[in-house]
């Protein structure tokens, strides 16, 4: 049962990202400001911050990490964020996407494992069924595993960095 309830959560985190949001009491244009400072020299692999990013619009951003495994931003995992202001407190609303390859991972090694079986099953070969049947269960969790640890990542450094290298006081409890 706990096994189930794993997979069905990292399932609902690969396919429909949770959305976080943090608040401080600080104004806007200051924290625009120290997320840009975020992007400055820090986008090479031995840079102290690791994250590369940029303003897509006024008040809202993209940040991925720089990494020898993922190199290319589309195969990396990335985060959204966008800065709204009310009230007297400055809201971060963020969802972190992961990285398009291994969506394309997940579903081949759906299909691959499942036509994997059919022709198995077709041409009586135990060897081939065995190996789809491997493939059919370990390469989607393997997938998603690799995507809950990107976003994990991608998640704790955005944080640390904002908290520790910019100035941004943590943030305020929901």
């Known amino acids: 049962m706990g096994t189930i309830l794993i997979m069905k959560n990292l399932l609902k985190n690969f396919f429909y990202p949770t959305v976080d949001v943090y ?35 006024s008040d809202t951003f993209e940040i991925s990490p720089v990494t020898i495994a993922f190199g290319s931003k589309q195969l990396s995992a990335h985060l959204t964020g966008k800065i709204t202001y009310a009230s007297g407190i400055t809201e971060i609303t963020t969802h972190i996407r992961t990285s398009r390859i291994l ?25 081939l069924l065995f190996i789809a049947i491997t493939i059919l269960a370990v390469g989607p969790v393997v997938a998603l595993k690799i995507a809950n640890f990107q976003v994990h990542l991608l998640k704790s450094r955005f944080l640390r960095e904002t908290s520790r290298l910019c100035g941004i006081s943590s943030p305020l409890p929901q």
């Open 23 to 57: 608040r401080y009491e600080e104004k806007k244009e200051i924290i625009i400001s120290q997320i840009a400072g975020l992007f400055n020299n820090s986008n090479h692999f031995f840079s102290e911050k690791g994250l590369r990013g940029e303003f897509t619009s």
């Open 103 to 127: 969506y394309l991972w997940f579903f081949i090694s759906l299909v691959y494992g499942i036509f994997g079986i059919f022709h198995g099953i077709q041409t009586y070969s135990l060897s």
